[in-house]
T-cell receptor
Framework: DGGITQSPKYLFRKEGQNVTLSCEQN?????MYWYRQDPGQGLRLIYY???????QKGDIAEGYSVSREKKESFPLTVTSAQKNPTAFYLC?????????????FGPGTRLLVL | AQSVTQLGSHVSVSEGALVLLRCNYS??????LFWYVQYPNQGLQLLLK??????LVKGINGFEAEFKKSETSFHLTKPSAHMSDAAEYFC????????????FGSGTQLTVLP
């Protein structure tokens, strides 16, 4: 069954702790994305990667880091420098189509601060 | 640069009534436009998209949207609301320098009243 998986579903972070959110896709998509969702603010792009071993900052990259060592995987680390990490985090992937591209989303990870 | 405005953060309709969710966009290049739906604590699911060609686009669950270039609009409609349509709906636009990046509106929460 093809799709995008994110784990864990819920994640708790203590002060000063780094945490890593997992995103895996078996759709053979080239590009992957991380978004942050806060109530009433829509989705904001954190990082994206168009190809393995390459990634670019989005609109709100400060306090986050990513890696893209495999086509299937794009983990996001929320570092202690991110002072307000409580949010819903969504991973997406896309592939070039005949006309444009469409992003497909995973089920999300909710990060809470203890 | 591109942007999306969704008029009305909350919309309520009675079951069986017309659903109309408004989306206006700005883009310096011909846009690709998308509507996504999000149920509580879940990821985003693609409802429909416009790339080129026919301006009236049909999607899943009986939804459709019409691209009106002169009005820079892409409103989402459904003739008859069902209780299961209650969710948050996001309009998004891509285009410009990096066609892979999506810009999202802030979302419209749809409530369906019995």
């Amino acid at each position: 069954d093809g799709g995008i998986t994110q784990s864990p579903k819920y994640l708790f972070r203590k002060e000063g702790q780094n945490v890593t959110l997992s995103c895996e896709q078996n759709l053979n998509h080239d590009a992957m994305y991380w978004y942050r969702q806060d109530p009433g603010q829509g989705l904001r792009l954190i990082y994206y990667s168009q190809i393995v071993n390459d990634f670019q900052k989005g609109d709100i990259a400060e306090g986050y880091s990513v890696s893209r060592e495999k086509k299937e995987s794009f983990p996001l680390t929320v570092t202690s420098a991110q002072k307000n990490p409580t949010a819903f985090y969504l991973c997406a992937s896309s592939i070039k189509e005949r006309e444009g591209e469409t992003q497909y989303f995973g089920p999300g990870t909710r990060l809470l601060v203890l | 640069a591109q942007s999306v405005t969704q008029l009305g953060s909350h919309v309520s309709v009675s079951e069986g009534a017309l659903v109309l969710l408004r989306c206006n966009y700005s883009s310096s290049v011909p846009p690709y436009l998308f509507w996504y739906v999000q149920y509580p604590n879940q990821g985003l699911q693609l409802l429909l998209k416009y790339t080129t060609g026919a301006t009236l686009v049909k999607g899943i669950n009986g939804f459709e949207a019409e691209f009106k270039k002169s009005e820079t609009s892409f409103h989402l409609t459904k003739p008859s609301a069902h209780m299961s349509d209650a969710a948050e709906y996001f309009c998004a636009v891509s285009g410009g320098g990096s066609a892979r990046q999506l810009t999202f509106g802030s979302g419209t929460q749809l409530t369906v009243l019995p």
